[in-house]
């Protein structure tokens, strides 16, 4: 079945970084766009990355130029790096696997990143 694993997330002081990662199995991962979230208490879930199976990337606005996502294939592994975090970056990221066809949403189990000093 499919399954996504973050981890990666932890303490981290303003201005630091983190290396978030998405290990994937059960689904032909190379096809799929995979995308990060994050949701932070009393915020709805909002898209912070996405990339397509073969590296496009997009971002949402707050984090362009400081985030980057990536891919590995082989791995199926998809990585979200953070530069300079900054407090409102504090929330609980979800690697996700879109619908398709009559498949649902696939998310996983979210890891915690908190930044603050």
């Known amino acids: 079945q499919v399954q996504l694993v973050e981890s990666g997330g932890g303490l981290v002081q303003p201005g630091g970084s983190l290396r978030l990662s998405c290990a994937a199995s059960g689904f032909t991962f190379s096809s799929y766009v995979m995308s990060w979230w994050r949701q932070s208490p009393g915020k709805e879930r909002e898209l912070v990355a996405s990339i397509s199976g073969t590296g496009s990337m997009n971002y949402g606005d707050s984090v362009k130029g400081r985030f980057t996502i990536s891919r590995d294939n082989v791995k199926n592994t998809v990585f979200l790096q953070m530069n300079s975090l900054t407090p409102e970056d504090t929330a609980v990221y979800y690697c996700?696997?879109?619908?398709?066809?009559?498949?649902?949403?696939?998310w996983g189990q979210g890891t915690q990143v908190t930044v603050s000093s």
């Open positions: 996700k696997r879109p619908r398709r066809g009559s498949t649902p949403d696939y």
